[in-house]
């Protein structure tokens, strides 16, 4: 089955900064990789997707990269601010029916 | 309001007792999923269905229990064949398998006493 391996497990950042979170993957068959943040007590919140034909999405402060050859994709969150202090988590899933694999999340700190 | 709904929020288990947690969805979605989160572990899929009356075993599906009798609910029993079963616990759907953005609900923290 899928394998989902993420880095770094916590991050602290100041405010301002940039925070890049990354992901690898094993299954080449995967084709669709979401980042979910979820703050303390909460549910996990989609906040952004890439699909397998595209190598880059950006929506306003966030990113998400993608290498299909060497399988891993990241995360960047430029500006950060302290609301976006969270762990992320990656997840990658296949064709077909079905299920997504998570990685173990990072803890993003962001110090004002 | 609509969404997923888990309930309890908190739950507390005796030694030796199967405990029910309830996810209920009003979002007319066919696949439902729960997972089981740890700190450090991310999130571990227990059992998933893609349609009424069917589910499948996830990663972590000893010491559980699932029924889908309706499309709309999909109760996890953690059994007492359990023997770590403190965790949070999520439930989530999407509204037909080969779709890909997953919802969750506000979950459940299990605790044994």
């Known amino acids: 089955g899928e394998n989902v391996e993420q880095h770094p497990s916590t991050l602290s950042v100041q405010e301002g900064d940039s925070a890049v979170i990354k992901c690898t993957y094993s299954?080449?068959?995967?084709?669709?990789f979401p980042w979910y943040k979820q703050e303390l007590g909460k549910r996990p919140q989609l906040i952004i997707d890439?699909?397998?034909?595209?190598g880059e999405k950006k929506d306003q402060r966030i990113a998400v990269t993608l290498n299909k050859t060497a399988k891993h994709f990241s995360l960047h969150i430029t500006e950060t601010q302290p609301e976006d202090s969270a762990v992320y988590f990656c997840?990658?899933?296949?064709?077909?029916?079905?299920?997504?694999?998570f990685g173990k999340g990072t803890m993003l700190l962001v110090s004002p | 309001d609509g969404g997923i709904t888990q309930s309890p929020k908190y739950l507390f288990r005796k030694e030796g007792q199967n405990v029910t947690l309830s996810c209920e969805q009003n979002?007319?979605?066919?696949?439902m999923y729960w997972y089981r989160q740890d700190p450090g572990q991310g999130l571990r899929l227990i059992y998933y269905?893609?349609?009424?009356?069917?589910?499948q075993k996830g990663d972590i599906a000893e010491g559980y229990s699932v029924s889908r009798e309706k499309k709309e609910s999909f109760p996890l029993t953690v059994t007492s064949a359990q023997k770590n079963p403190t965790a949070f616990y999520l439930c989530?759907?999407?509204?037909?398998?080969?779709?890909?953005?997953?919802?969750f609900g506000s979950g459940t923290q299990l605790s044994v006493l």
């Open positions: 299954d080449s068959a995967s084709n669709y």
């Open positions: 989530a759907s999407k509204d037909e398998p080969t779709n890909e953005k997953l919802f």
């Open positions: 890439i699909r397998s034909n595209v």
């Open positions: 997840a990658a899933m296949g064709g077909g029916y079905s299920t997504l694999t």
């Open positions: 979002l007319n979605h066919d696949a």
């Open positions: 269905s893609q349609i009424v009356n069917d589910f």
